[in-house]
């Protein structure tokens, strides 16, 4: 929403067994929270039979909060950086392979594109703004439901990130860029022709990429060698468990 974070409360359950390093942990919230300018304003701490419970709650102010519901007919749709490491890590996990520095780094230590969404605003480049947090695929089916439009995706066109092809090669990667979640990247939509991903570079050091476009209709189709394609499935799902 391209909101400035302020502080932040957070609520720590320890497990009983003590397997849990209570001084590295209340560093990492705090390195998080310095990360973006935030305050450790507080929290509650109590025991757990196990697993580490932690829950974040983030305070933030803006004059004009951006919305994933401005999604219109004609519109560009951008991601920032690469995707898919992240779901690249937790599938070499799942194999019992201990993933490569990149990919657990994607996975462990995600970057807050906080600047990032505040220079799209500060230029008046944006319609609707969400992160991607349950895959490429399913929250562009949020923003366009939101939206009421449809979104058109160019599979050629979506940065899969290089260690995520390494892993699991480019068909899977691909897989795991579209429905893997937890990129924490940038998905927003513009007008036409108004984005300078060179001056965006520059300033960031964070490529843009135009992944697709808005049309009428809704939900999300997937284009790809000359035809539309119909999803495979939505984001990932925490109850599922499939990525």
């Avoid at 049309?215 to 799902?237: H, P, Y």
Wanted: proline share 6%; charged share 20%.
């Amino acid at each position: 929403m391209a909101a400035t974070p302020t502080g932040l409360f957070a609520s720590v359950a320890l497990p009983t067994d003590d397997s849990v390093n209570w001084d590295a942990l209340q560093a990492g919230i705090a390195e998080a929270a310095d990360s973006v300018g935030a305050a450790l304003l507080g929290g509650d701490l109590a025991r757990s039979p196990g697993p580490l419970v932690l829950d974040i709650t983030v305070l933030g102010c803006t004059s004009w909060p951006v919305l994933r519901n401005g999604a219109e007919p004609s519109d560009e749709v951008w991601v920032t950086g690469d995707l898919g490491a992240s779901a690249a890590a937790v599938q070499a996990w799942a194999r019992g392979e201990e993933p490569p520095k990149a990919a657990r780094d994607a996975f462990a230590r995600p970057e807050p594109r906080v600047k990032a969404a505040q220079c799209l605003v500060e230029h008046d480049l944006i319609d609707a703004l969400m992160d991607i947090s349950d895959g490429l695929a399913g929250d562009a089916s949020h923003m366009a439901s939101a939206s009421g439009a449809q979104i058109i995706l160019d599979a050629d066109a979506i940065p899969v990130a290089p260690i995520a092809i390494e892993i699991l090669g480019p068909e899977q990667a691909l897989e795991a860029a579209l429905y893997g979640g937890e990129d924490y990247q940038l998905l927003f939509v513009t007008d036409p022709g108004v984005v300078d991903v060179e001056y965006f570079q520059r300033r960031h050091g964070l490529k843009l990429t135009r992944v697709g476009r808005v049309e009428a209709g809704e939900g999300v189709l997937l284009e790809r060698g000359g035809e539309r394609l119909a999803l495979k499935r939505g984001g990932f799902d925490h109850f599922g468990g499939e990525i």
